[in-house]
Nanobody, 129 residues
Framework: QVQLVESGGGLVQAGGSLRLSCAASGRSISSSAMGWFRQAPGKAREFVATINWSGGSTYYADSVKGRFTISRDNARNTIYLQMNSLKPEDTAVYYC??????????????????????WGQGTQVTVSS
């Protein structure tokens, strides 16, 4: 049984930083593309970032480009999302996702929730102004 557990969320002031982690169990992530999505109250789930199996390819949503960095440690079966220069509009529940595919061919595919097969329960990030 595959489980993804996010951690590292919390309350931070605008301009601050947080580092989210997503630890996987029940399956090695070493051959899987991984992603981060977020969902704010009353809004649809939206793509944040994705990373291919090796970490050699990443995609980011325009809204977070230059501020967020996705990374992975296959030996630890964990991925990360370093979030800097946080803004109130970054407030959301952040979800980790795992794909059975090693990589996604296009940004459009990578940004689609249906491209991922397993999801975590989410971690709340709240950015105060």
């Amino acid at each position: 049984q595959v489980q993804l557990v996010e951690s590292g969320g919390g309350l931070v002031q605008a301009g601050g930083s947080l580092r989210l982690s997503c630890a996987a169990s029940g399956r090695s992530i070493s051959s899987s593309a991984m992603g981060w999505f977020r969902q704010a109250p009353g809004k649809a789930r939206e793509f944040v970032a994705t990373i291919n199996w090796s970490g050699g390819s990443t995609y980011y949503a325009d809204s977070v480009k230059g501020r967020f960095t996705i990374s992975r440690d296959n030996a630890r079966n964990t991925i990360y999302l370093q979030m800097n220069s946080l803004k109130p509009e970054d407030t959301a529940v952040y979800y980790c996702a795992l794909s059975r595919r090693p990589s996604h061919t296009t940004m459009r595919v990578a940004a689609t929730p249906m491209s991922y097969d397993y999801w975590g329960q989410g971690t709340q990030v709240t950015v105060s102004s």
